[in-house]
């Protein structure tokens, strides 16, 4: 058993991150980089430990966790070469000009820097990629800020072992004392988001704990940014010719989507919108049925589960098409529609709805039903062109990624990935929690005017002594200022 963090335990966890901000912060990029990257090197060896406590823990397959810390270190050394290129920065220099209109300009030069000290509250569904190692604090260490991750209870000796790991590697790396601290107990985290030397947090979750802790960060004395994932329902919608061309294809990948994980990855499919008279409930319920029971993360999120299906069962309209290993129910737009609040609402684990829809003014009803979403899916044909370009902008209105002829789950880390979408999806919808611009929720823009070239941050100096690329008078750039 992990014991849970003690006052004293949680005021040194303060005040090491605090004392480590100004040092981290000024690092030069390149050296940051080499932390960040003997952290990803310090994990890969240490995998054959870890997996087996996690596989433990969350009764996770072992090639599925294997995979998460592949994709956890691969992520660090994305930001670490990011921060070597110097994108990260998001350097911009506009040098003086007294012949600007209407008056002259003076000498600019702006740079992001890191806003301090990081609270991160680890998910339970990703163990290792949206846990301790995982994308907020991997975007938040490439920033320049201390990190201090509120374990999930669902994984507490996985959580220890692999903070453990990481402060080793950062310590043996030169990086300060304090960079990245771990807190466990239920109501610590609380208690450190209130703490005035949090600069922002970060939280993968369910909607009534996110919004809660949303509420204690802008309504403390100084408010602060609070980057949540709450819950998503990334409907996916299936035009005729798409039946016509590949239905069968289309029910297989719909299942094989929606149980991935036993259900519990926050970009699973959640509704499956059919035109009316598709055919494929044989090929649905077949798929459905074939799937095996396993067992859930923890006791918690399978209670949940059962009385989120239950709820959905009871719902008039809503039928029940396969249930076992994965449960499949079926209603119509009209019945959702006079129900959408019942049965919008997220079940967390492996259970899908398909939607029945009559026409295309049923498929718009349908779309402007759902709040904000991670994901929208269309799967259409090249025959549905001019129809795809009328849909498109609507589900854009409603999630952050939209994907054509694919499913949502698995979600590549990379420089383009957006991992976000309106409320309730996230709480902040500009940002991302995966890929590199995922550091810009744990920075500021700071602008230089007119300062002396000698004290300023070395990536606004003419001579770009780091070489790094930088935005000069409106060209991207790694050459030096001529003033």
Known sequence: MTADTTPAELEQALADAAGAAAALGSAEPAVRAGWIRAVADALDAAADELVPIAMRETSLPEP????????????????????????????????????????????????????????VFAASNFPFAFSVCGGDTASALAAGCPVIVKAHPGHPELSVRTAAVMIEALRAAGAPDGSLGLILGFDVGVIALKDPRITAAGFTGSVPAGKALHEISVTRPEPIPFYGELGSLNPVFVTQAAIDARGNDIATGYVGSFTLGVGQFCTKPGLLFLPAGHGLQDKLTEAAGGVASATMLNDRIKDTFDSGLDRLGKVDGVRVWSAGGATLLQTTVSELLARQDEILEECFGPVSIVVEYDGLDELRSAIAAFDGNLTATLHAEESDNELATELLPLLTARAGRVLWNGWPTGVAVSWAQHHGGPFPSTVGSIHTSVGVTAARRFQRPVAYQDAPDPVLPAVLRDANPLGITRRINGVISQDEVER
Not at 67 to 75: C, F, I, L, W, Y
Not at 93 to 112: E, N
Request: aromatic fraction near 2%; avoid cysteine.
């Open 64 to 119: 599925r966790l294997r995979g998460e810390v592949g994709r956890s270190t691969g992520q660090l050394r994305m930001f670490a070469d990011a921060l070597v290129e110097g994108s990260l920065l998001e350097v911009i220099i506009d040098t003086a000009d007294a012949q600007a209109k209407p008056v002259p300009r003076p000498d600019l030069r702006r740079v992001l820097v890191p806003l301090g000290p990081v609270l």
